[in-house]
């Protein structure tokens, strides 16, 4: 590829443009990482909350970039242009030098606040079990091709990593390619040049306005993913929101309500799967996905509509979701806990919505108490803190606030804003060290009791800050808490 048909695919962005003798040049590769430039390279300069990489043009442009896509002017000797939207500006050129992979694979993408893991596990899953070949990329594991699974920062990636992955999924021969996408990805455009077969929606609920000027414009981003349809594309969206949708597409709707062209019937919430029937226009379904809550069920059912919607077959599809795994870290058993006659549950709930679903689910199942470890991130929603005290307070018999991921945060300022959602009356400690909190939830639980440590999942990290980050993985230390708990001889009886 040549630099003529980098500038092409940007054609209508660029203001202003340095070229002489560049436009025959041959592109060797992408990149928005300033050590990763190598010749022949396209740099993108990109300005962010802690850094702006056009500091770095007098450095790049030493290694002879093929071209540089700046946002402002930076006085240098190599060819380059000037764009009002660097990430817009990147998400054309990614999609214009890998080729448009997404247009030769079906292409998956689940937005909502909670369950796009779920979702985007369980299309990855079922699509397998059906003979297909393809990739995924979410919060918990980016899959490419199941050639040594791998988890990263982000939800979802830039622009040039995601479409990288598509590229190199058409080329190994891959049939589809599901991934989760973020409010942050959609607002950030780093998918805006890709365009979906299915786009699904789970739900709408606070976070991230932090990030977002409020929940009005969280909304509006979420919804931004209709827009990103391909032309005989479909929208699958649950019944209680659907009404949010007023884009002309091709709309398939799932849930409880008459309205749903996918009918949710008859749940039953079991220790380690849900059961349902599922009314659609193929017939009546008995469906099960073997994870415990009423909200695996919608999941399961955002998966299933959209695949029966578009030509598979429904009773392979049903029989394939009843195979699922699930997902590490989503409500997720800790069997060692027998030991102390308990039942432990680690759970990525990390929102005021999430804790509720959890939280409702463990009462089902739990003979005895609810016991709730939780904590909240920083650099995150800071308005959701109280709000999730309050949810886990309603739900809960014991309520441990501890520290989650500070991320450069004072961990003690956190603590007391979370403080300040505890319902009067509501028995519950506040302890900082994570690990201690833990520690007390499993001492304190009786025979019976179920302990939800909530938040983090399958993080394995926490983060107190940028230079300081430690191993910790909330299920493998319950599991080494257990040990201890039992070996001083706890009474169970």
């Not at 441990?400 to 519950?428: A, N, S």
């Amino acid at each position: 590829m040549l630099v003529r048909n980098i500038v092409a695919a940007i054609e209508g962005m660029v203001v202003n443009a340095s070229l002489d003798g560049a436009l025959d040049k041959e592109v060797l590769g992408l990149t928005n990482h300033s050590a990763q430039v190598k010749p022949g390279y396209v740099f993108i300069c990109r300005k962010g909350s802690k850094f702006d990489s056009h500091e770095l043009v007098p450095e790049v442009a030493k290694r002879d970039p093929a071209l540089i896509v700046m946002e402002k002017v930076v006085p240098c000797k190599v060819p380059h242009v000037i764009v009002p939207d660097s990430r817009l500006a990147e998400a054309l050129i990614a999609a214009e030098f890998y080729n448009h992979p997404y247009k030769k694979l079906l292409t998956i993408g689940v937005t909502g606040t909670n369950g796009k893991t779920t979702c985007v596990h369980l299309f990855h899953h079922v699509l397998k079990q059906l003979g297909l070949k393809g990739s995924m990329l979410g919060t918990v594991v980016y899959d490419i091709l199941g050639e040594k699974p791998f988890h990263a920062d982000n939800t979802t990636p830039d622009a040039i990593v995601t479409l990288s992955a598509m590229a190199k999924t058409v080329q190994r021969n891959g049939q589809y390619f599901a991934m989760e996408v973020s409010s942050h990805a959609l607002a950030m455009k780093r998918v805006e040049s890709i365009r979906f077969d299915i786009a699904g929606l789970t739900n709408i609920t606070r976070d991230h306005l932090d990030y977002h000027q409020n929940f009005e414009d969280y909304v509006k981003t979420k919804l931004h993913i209709f827009d990103l349809l391909k032309d005989e594309g479909i929208a699958v969206i649950s019944d209680e929101y659907q009404h949010l949708l007023s884009k002309k597409v091709r709309k398939v709707v799932y849930g409880i309500s008459t309205k749903s062209d996918y009918k949710i019937l008859d749940m039953d919430v079991e220790k380690h799967k849900t059961k349902f029937r599922f009314s659609t226009k193929f017939g009546i379904f008995d469906c099960e996905i073997n994870q415990p809550g009423v909200h695996f069920a919608y999941n399961a059912s955002l998966v299933m509509a959209a695949l029966m919607e578009i030509g598979y077959d429904p009773k392979a599809v049903v029989e394939a979701v009843k195979t699922f795994p699930g997902v590490e870290g989503r409500f997720q058993y800790v069997p060692e806990a027998s030991l102390l006659g308990i039942e432990v549950v680690v759970d990525f709930a990390h929102s005021p919505d999430a804790l509720e679903k959890t939280l409702i689910t463990a009462r089902k199942l739990s003979s005895g108490r609810v016991i709730t470890v939780f904590g909240a991130g920083g650099q995150a929603d800071k308005g959701k803190r109280p709000l999730m005290a309050e949810v886990v307070c309603k739900y809960s018999d014991i309520t441990i606030i501890t520290t989650d991921d500070p991320r450069g945060e004072d961990p003690e300022e956190i603590l007391r804003q979370v403080e300040k959602g505890v319902i009067p009356g509501c028995p519950y400690l506040l302890i900082p060290d994570r690990a201690e909190a833990i520690e007390t939830a499993l001492t304190i639980a009786n025979r019976g009791d179920m302990v939800i440590v909530a938040g983090r999942g399958h993080e394995e990290y926490q983060i107190f800050s940028e230079e300081k980050k430690i191993p910790f993985k909330d299920a493998d230390v319950i599991r080494e808490l257990i040990k201890k708990v039992a070996g001083k001889g706890k009474d169970v009886a």
